[in-house]
């Protein structure tokens, strides 16, 4: 589909927000609340964030929620009856505000779930959120998009990518796919025709910081490196960083019982907890910190490119940001390119 | 519509509620009929996480009841109790968890008549606070689809 | 309502066989007729077993694709699931899904001599592959199983071992540890690995499969190189922790390799490529 | 810190210990643990005002232990949970050595932790103002009000435990919540799981937790879950007395006094 | 695979009445894991029982509910009745459907609905029961006796005399304790010297009583019926078995001007001693403190005199260590010394002396054979006042509890004074006359009445010397507050009773717990008054507070019956309901971090430190451990551990975990 290219005025967006909502969707939009965004069932238009340069958490809840029922049990006379969950029951969604990193993030993670088996549950839920993907015309010394093939304007991974065009100014907006289509079709007078669309002046600067392919390639001979050892003493080994990350998918499969019936849940996990691949024997095949961090790095730079294709990594920066002890992952990388193996 | 039935747990502990509940028994006092005792060794043992348990599974008010200072069979272990559930109590008023609806108190082995009436005064006031639905509410999540942030 | 990777099959326990302390083996029935004509599996695969409420654990189904209408699980108790799935009666309904991950490439080994050796709890992994090359008993020329455990109390499939120890086309050797033995055992006394040296079974067209705890491993691989193995005749299985069995939920990984999917059946030259992080 | 980083070389090259845990520059104007194990490194060291992380959460880490003798620059925060961990026998005079900052930046080196705790016990544990008057506004509230805040704070929570990872106190290898015979809180974090998690955590600091704010600065989402420690602080200065951590063990909440007062009790 | 009966009693009437028994047996029947169920008449007569032994043979139930009374009532009955059977006792639990819903429930569903519930609990509760096995622990059949007082002489004679051997140590050179130094006891005036020598002879001479005197407790280890003590034998600077107690050296003793301890100061000793002359052993002792050889190097003399060579300088402390299955405390007390009261001038005026001093100065065998004389002068006292409660009862400046003794032995000694100086007056300061006892307020107003003491009901502020005479100020609270000045001779105060001093130490050393005072704490104030927390240890006399003697007698009786009754078995056999810490196999080895919160949290010191080490012996971890013999089942260290690392058998974590989701769900 070729990509159109509409305007929408600023005070539009207000008007198409409430069209959506007439139209029954349910919209997840950036707010801000203790000093960090995050994705929010938004009810309503104002106090929506835009001000932010990314939220604090990733926006991969929509279509890979912390923790989500797979199935319902209940044990009776005759037996045990269980019940898939009813896709049916997804609600449709507008993501709103998503930053192009994110929304490329969507595809990382959609490889995960569909390289081998086909993951239904996340690509039901998926179909149903359309992408409202927003344009960065700011950035900060964590944003890395430009080093890992993404830019603050791509259209990748987004249904509608909106840039602002100016500080208080009107917005492009790309209609980019199919889906877009069919909501620009609800509010098809708010997405008005005209010749003076600029987008790249208007779109943030972040420089180039490193190339991924070589990291790739050094790190196929990196696994041995003391430098792993060296970078992660000071990783504490919580989940934050796998957390707010747009393409983490590690995942725990937990029951939860309640007398006769209960569910099964699937709920996020992160490679960098350290009971997360003790064997049940007390084995550990990744014992210490160093390890765990390595495989953090090396399952979005090296393993996912060779399994997936894909990079598991979009350059936005968040789990430095998230970090509580500075490990930034682009000074690591930056670190790596420069150590000669 | 039928009244409401509160579900009241009551923790206590073997060797002077549990053993005080028995003495209400043999008196032939009557009391209401809402309450299940969990017998613990004593209240030393008590868990503050089976409280919680307790609500996350659907009870409307708890009875947590052991030795009177000093008459515990192990010496200290309702002193140990005391202290925790002075702080876990405070915690539970801080987070906002309805306080009215745990019930602590010593009753001796010879306090029959304290049992049945400890009962009955919970009963009633957890019958005036309604079902705990606020907590129910939350524990019910299996019932919910999504969690979003 | 479409398909959903996590839906187990509804199993019941037709019979429970107590092996060994804490070991047990269910022989597991499908509920619904019509999963037992769908399902389909190889000497080699395993599948996530679960007890509704308690949770779901990872093991190897245990008895060969050639007997069909069940499939048979070997589990200790050792966590969780295994502890309730051992409080299961006959007759309780339990979940399975699977089959996941490769599969012994029992095809290749047509006109082959085999030589299993198993310690401990990781013989139902390959007894799969042992009663699958001796219901096709033709394919193969001599078969040697070797199987060693802690104590004699500790040595899964006793009836079978004395099946196979009755056979004539099987050379069977059982080993327990040192002090392990009871007053009549008539077995070996020593670990596997030395058991292994002083067998010496000819590594001329033969196929070892080892498994066993990472321990015996270590200390088998250097006893059959010296034997003339190759690396590439030797197997074995890598037992990760996994939760989904397909590749996704990220536990199991070995460097780029998925055991899920990649194993759990991996060639000693395959391991050595590895990462040590299994 | 030139002091700092003339003593680290010092203990470094003569080999009194094997590893100092300090501070330097990290990344976007964020300060972060560095683990100087050669003297050189000891010229990144720095200390100043944004140094907050508390150190003490290294000294119980493996990975750090197994270097050997440590030493730590310790802020006041830092330690007093020394002095916690060390009456948990956690840490001891042999496996560790501190190098104290004074509140007024002042280094100085303790010949071990009874000075250390002589020294902590000078200063009173105190909750700063913002967060007095957050816990005023919170106790004025109604339960129910309360019940409302802390759903809609917690709930944001995904459990990434970073608040556990970076407590000095939290160093046990098994976690409540990884014991799952029975499963006391559920690993989800939904509402339940959030909620219970939040209040088992504040339990088991409450009388060990020494109000650093470790766990909220570690939070990726700001949540204010280091009122519960203050909450827990505050009410145990009232019900049993001014509190420090002390060598001598007795805990606050595995002792008790005969006559320890409440009005709860029926 | 669960396989449980559940058995439903009626009890009669008992519970039938309100709980419609068949509808409780016939819903349990269709629990999951439910093999059996029934309801029955009497489930604890014979028939009743027999239900249950041939169901859990018939049916081979791995676990029974009785559905009955309180298992306060008939616990040990069905548990019996299943390990008849053959099934572990401890797989049996009992569901309260008596005491606590039929018969404080009104008949209706409601309380049939109960019923249910309480069976339903505890089916799913024994589904995580486990066999357990009654812990069997061996018996020493010795015990140590710490303290020779009248206390200690009473249980180990007592303990000695059923048969079983004791080791009594002492600390001083002879045994006796202040009983010895008393002068006659109250209420009957006889002679204390006269009753208890004999015993003090008994005991030297009993064959099952080994004594040590000068002898301290080092160290204890183990716990009961298993304890190790070592024993520190301080040297007494003479082959004990060479002397023969002639008294050669005594008398040549060249130090002759050391204050006497047992004549309370009032007398003197020399450097080599006897503490008196009845004393057991009669045998001396060098004080190397005062003795001239071991300051100066030289002298010698005794070495000299003494006709057995007997005499040995370089002796050194000796540490013994014996094995003991049970300890008696019976340290005693002391009197706290006056001098926190300057205003009654004790050690600024001679003549203002304490009880125990008086009992000196009374006593035929004390420095004035008998004598009332004050020390100053050696003059008969005319006038002589007794304070009561110097010390006792004020938060100020003493102790705030009442020493018990002091009101009985001021009336005694009052008595004793108007008994020896015909026409001395005499007056008693007292706040409140505390005479309980069998004969004890007789004696007090025989002392009144008979006597003539002047009990006088108030205070002193003061006490100065004025001409050569102690003025006495005090109040009558009795005649308004009316100031009453004394010009006495003599004041004697009756000071408090306390803790020895170092009973903190020794309490630490034993692992027993102690009161504010430091007196050692009783299990239960009330019914275990001669136990400690310790299982093993036992208390006797005023160690635990202050006791006069007939009640120390009665309190070391009393031991020395526990101690026979633990002795009177071969193997100690107890519940298994104790803690236990969790083992993994390596590397984890256990959950536990090793943070020992429990140990502080244990009222029974029952948690010790474990070293697990790897194969090549080197230190991986400390983690706690529960020493089963010492555990008493509280499980309060369950709860505080927050790994979960610690659990309590018959209550673990999932056994109540379940209980409580087994009540509020449906099954």
């Known amino acids: 589909m070729n990509i159109d290219k509409r305007l929408v005025r600023k005070d539009s967006l207000e008007k198409l927000f409430d069209i959506l909502k007439q139209n029954s969707k349910t919209i997840y939009a950036p707010f801000s609340k203790n000093g960090k965004t995050s994705f929010m069932d938004a009810k309503s238009f104002a106090g929506i964030s835009t001000g932010h340069i990314q939220t604090s958490e990733s926006s991969k809840d929509i279509a890979f929620p912390r923790a989500e029922k797979i199935l319902d049990y209940s044990k009776n006379k005759e037996g045990m009856s269980v019940k898939g969950i009813d896709f049916a029951d997804i609600p449709e969604v ?77 917005y492009l907006a790309e209609i980019i796919t199919e889906k877009g289509l069919t909501v620009v079709s609800l509010a098809q007078n708010l997405f008005e025709k005209s010749e003076t669309l600029e987008r790249e002046k208007f779109l943030a600067e972040v420089p180039v910081r490193f190339n991924h392919e070589e990291i790739r390639k050094k790190l196929d001979k990196f696994f041995e490196s003391k430098e792993w050892i060296e970078e992660s003493l000071r990783c504490l080994g919580c989940g934050a960083c796998a957390y707010v990350c747009p393409t983490c998918a590690c995942f725990d499969i937990q029951d939860e019982a309640h007398g006769k019936k209960g569910s099964r849940v699937r709920c996020w996990d992160s490679c960098g907890f350290s009971h997360f691949t003790v064997h049940t024997s007390g084995h ?58 | 519509m039928a009244e409401f039935e509160p579900k009241i747990v009551a923790f206590v502990c073997n060797w002077c509620t549990y053993a005080g509940a028995d003495l209400t028994g043999t008196s032939r006092i009557k009391y209401a009929s809402n309450v299940r005792i969990i017998r613990f060794p004593c209240t030393g043992r008590i868990d503050y996480m089976l409280l919680l348990k307790a609500f996350d599974e659907g009870a409307d008010g708890i009875i947590v009841s052991g030795c009177h200072p000093n008459d515990c069979h192990y010496t200290s272990g309702n002193f140990h109790a005391r202290r925790r559930w002075i702080m876990f109590r405070s915690l539970c008023d801080f987070t906002g968890i309805n306080t009215e609806r745990i019930k602590f108190s010593w009753v001796s082995a010879a306090e029959g008549a304290k049992w049945a009436a400890i009962v009955n005064a919970t009963v009633t006031s957890i019958r005036e606070l309604g079902p705990y639905t606020e907590y129910k509410k939350v524990a019910k999540y299996p019932e919910k689809e999504v969690t979003h942030g | 309502m479409m398909d959903n990777l996590y839906m187990p099959y509804l199993m019941r326990i037709d019979r429970i066989t107590y092996e060994a302390p804490g070991v047990k083996t269910f022989m597991l029935k499908f509920v619904n007729e019509a999963d037992q004509e769908k399902f389909s599996y190889k000497a080699g695969q395993f599948g996530e077993y679960s007890v509704y409420g308690v949770g779901e654990s990872t093991f190897c189904i245990a008895s060969p694709p050639t007997r069909k209408g069940y499939i048979e699980c070997t589990f200790r108790q050792t966590g969780k699931v295994t502890n309730a799935l051992s409080d299961c009666e006959e007759g309780s309904i339990i979940g399975f899904r699977g089959p996941y991950g490769n599969v012994f490439p029992i095809e290749e080994w047509k006109g082959k001599n085999l030589l299993f050796i198993a310690g401990g709890i990781a013989l139902p992994p390959m007894r799969c592959v042992i009663w699958n090359a001796l219901d096709l008993r033709d394919n193969f020329k001599d078969v040697t199983i070797i199987y060693g455990a802690r104590t004699v109390k500790d040595l899964v499939y006793k009836d079978e071992l004395k099946d196979w120890e009755l056979r004539k086309d099987v050379k069977l050797v059982t080993t327990v540890d040192p002090d392990g033995e009871s007053p009549d055992w008539k077995g070996e006394i020593g670990f596997v690995p030395t058991i292994v040296e002083k067998i010496a079974p000819s590594s001329k067209g033969t196929i070892a499969i080892v498994c066993g705890p990472p321990v015996m491993i270590k200390y088998t691989f250097p006893v059959l190189a010296k034997l003339g193995f190759t690396d590439e005749s030797i197997y074995t299985t890598l037992e990760n922790r996994m939760k989904c069995g397909f590749g996704k939920c990220g536990r199991c990984n070995v460097g780029k390799v998925y055991v899920c999917k990649d194993g759990p059946v991996f060639t000693l030259a395959q391991l050595k490529e590895l990462p040590d992080e299994y | 810190m030139v002091d700092l980083i003339k003593r680290a070389k010092e203990l470094i090259e003569t080999s009194v210990v094997k590893v100092l845990i300090g501070y330097e520059q990290g990344t976007a104007n964020k300060t972060r643990a560095l683990f100087v194990e050669k003297a050189d490194d000891a010229d990144r060291l720095i200390f100043d005002s944004r140094c907050v992380q508390n150190l003490a959460a290294y000294v119980t880490k493996k990975e750090v232990k197994e270097k050997g003798k440590m030493a730590i620059a310790a802020t006041l925060p830092v330690m007093r949970s020394i002095i916690q961990l060390a009456s948990e026998f956690q840490v001891n005079d042999n496996n560790l050595l501190v190098l104290g900052i004074t509140p007024e930046s002042k280094l100085i080196e303790f010949a071990n932790l009874v000075e250390v705790e002589t020294f902590v016990h000078k200063y009173e544990i105190e909750i700063d103002a913002r967060n007095k008057e957050m816990l005023d506004k919170l106790e004025k509230m109604t339960q129910a009000e309360r019940w409302k805040f802390w759903m809609d704070e917690l709930s944001p929570c995904f459990k990434c435990y970073a608040c556990r990872a970076a407590c000095p106190m939290c160093y046990c290898s098994r976690c409540t919540v990884d014991f799952n015979q029975p499963q006391w809180i559920p690993v989800p974090s939904h509402e339940l799981g959030n909620l219970e998690w939040h209040i088992m955590r504040a339990i088991h600091l409450t009388g060990r937790c020494i109000d650093c704010d470790a766990c909220y600065n570690a939070c990726p989402l700001s949540i204010p879950i280091n009122l519960l420690t203050k909450k827990m602080l505050a009410d145990a200065k009232e019900h049993f007395g001014a509190y420090q951590p002390s060598l001598k063990g007795d805990h606050l909440m595995s002792t008790y006094k005969p006559d320890d007062k409440e009005n709860f009790i029926q | 695979m669960s396989k449980i009966g559940v058995f439903v009693c009626h009890c009669g009437e008992n519970i039938s009445a309100t709980v419609d028994c068949a509808k409780v047996a016939e819903t349990a029947g269709n629990y999951d894991g439910v093999a059996f169920s029934v309801d029955y008449k009497y489930m604890c007569s014979d028939p009743g029982q027999n239900l249950i032994k041939s169901a859990i043979k018939e049916k081979g139930l791995t676990g029974v509910v009785v559905a009955s009374c309180s298992p306060r009532m008939h616990e040990p009955t069905f548990r019996k009745a299943c390990a008849e059977a053959g099934l572990n006792p401890f797989m049996c639990e009992m569901a309260n459907l008596r005491e606590h819903c039929s018969w404080v429930h009104e008949k209706g569903e409601a309380t049939t609905e109960k019923a249910i519930d309480l069976v339903r609990i505890l089916v799913e509760k024994v589904k995580y029961n486990h066999s357990l096995n009654e812990i069997k622990v061996p018996v020493t059949k010795t015990a140590l006796v710490i303290g020779g007082g009248i206390a200690g002489i009473q249980a180990s004679l007592d303990i000695a005399n059923t048969g079983h051997k004791v080791i009594l140590i002492e600390k001083d050179p002879s045994i006796g304790g202040h009983m010895s130094q008393l002068s006659e006891t109250f209420p009957t005036l006889d002679c204390s010297q006269c009753i208890l020598t004999p015993r003090m002879v008994e005991v030297a001479q009993h064959p099952n009583i080994t004594l040590y005197t000068y002898a301290e407790l080092e160290s204890l280890e183990g716990f009961i019926g298993n304890f190790k003590a070592k024993i520190r034998r301080k040297s007494k600077s003479i082959d004990e078995k060479l002397c023969t107690g002639c008294g050669q050296c005594t008398t040549k003793c060249p130090v002759k001007k050391i204050p006497s301890e047992f004549n309370e100061g009032l007398g003197k000793r020399t450097a080599i001693y006897v503490p008196f002359p009845q004393a057991v052993p009669n045998k001396p002792v060098i004080d190397r403190i005062n003795c001239t050889y071991y300051i100066k ?29 049970a300890i008696v405390i019976a ?135 004025k001409n050569g005479k102690l003025i006495v100020n005090g109040v009558d609270t009795l005649l308004n507050a009316m100031p009453v000045e004394i010009e006495a001779d003599m004041v004697v105060l009756a000071t408090a009773g306390i803790a020895n001093e170092g009973a903190e130490e020794l309490a630490q050393k034993l692992h027993i717990s102690y009161d504010p005072y430091k007196f050692f704490a009783e299990a239960h104030p009330k019914l275990k008054p001669v136990e400690t927390n310790t299982a093993g240890i036992f208390l006797a006399g005023a160690c635990q507070a202050p006791r ?43 959950s536990c971090v090793g943070c020992f919160l429990c140990v502080s949290a244990c009222p029974y010191q029952a948690i010790e430190k474990e070293e697990i080490k790897n194969r090549n012996g080197e230190l991986i971890k400390l983690i706690a451990k529960v020493n089963p013999g010492l555990c008493q089942g509280c499980g309060t260290c369950v709860a505080f551990c927050r790994t979960k690392s610690i659990d309590i058998q018959g209550y673990t974590h999932e056994q109540m975990y379940t209980e409580v989701m087994a009540l509020l769900n449906e099954y």
């Open chain 5, 548 to 590: 006069d003697i007939p009640e120390s007698v009665a309190m070391a009786s009393g031991a020395a019956v526990k101690v026979a009754g633990l002795f009177s078995q071969d193997e100690l056999t107890r519940e298994p309901i104790i803690a236990v810490v969790n083992r993994q196999a390596p590397p984890v080895y256990s």
């Open chain 5, 331 to 465: 340290t005693g007390f002391t009197v706290k010394q006056p001098d926190f009261f300057p205003e009654y001038g004790y050690g600024k005026y001679p003549d203002v002396i304490t009880g125990l001093q008086f009992e000196r100065l009374a006593s035929a065998s004390g420095p004035t054979l008998g004598e009332i004389r004050r020390p100053s002068d050696d003059k008969v006292p005319e006038k002589i006042v007794f304070l009561a409660c110097a010390g006792s009862r004020d938060p100020a400046k003493g102790i705030p509890y009442c020493s018990k003794i002091c009101c009985m032995y001021i009336a005694k000694h009052a008595m004793l004074y108007q008994h020896k100086v015909h026409g001395g007056k005499s007056y008693v300061f007292y706040m409140d006359i505390r005479a309980g006892g069998k004969q004890y307020e007789e004696f007090v107003r025989r002392a009144i009445e008979d006597d003539g003491v002047n009990y006088v009901r108030g205070r002193v502020s003061r006490i100065y010397e």
């Open chain 5, 297 to 325: 190097g030289k002298c010698k003399v005794c070495e000299i005199v003494c006709p057995t060579k007997a005499i040995r300088f370089d002796q050194e402390d000796q540490i013994m260590e014996v094995e003991v299955g």
């Open chain 1, 284 to 341: 550990n095949p990744r014992g210490v910190q160093s390890a765990r961090w390595r495989q953090r790095i090396m399952h979005k730079f090296s393993y996912m490119p060779e399994r997936l294709s894909v990079y598991g990594c979009t350059g936005c920066g968040r789990c430095s940001r998230a970090c509580p002890v500075d490990m930034n992952i682009l000074e690591h990388l930056i670190s790596i390119q420069e150590v000669t193996v």
């Open chain 1, 94 to 170: 507008v993501l709103w505000g998503v930053r192009p990193c994110d929304a490329i993030g969507i595809g990382e993670l959609s490889s995960i779930f569909n390289w081998d088996y086909k993951d239904e549950i996340y690509n039901n839920r998926l179909s149903k959120v359309t992408v409202f993907g927003f344009s960065c015309n700011k950035s900060d010394e964590y944003c890395f998009c430009t080093s890992v093939g993404g830019n603050p304007g791509n259209t990748a991974g987004s249904d509608i990518l909106f840039t602002r065009m100016g500080e208080d100014g009107d």
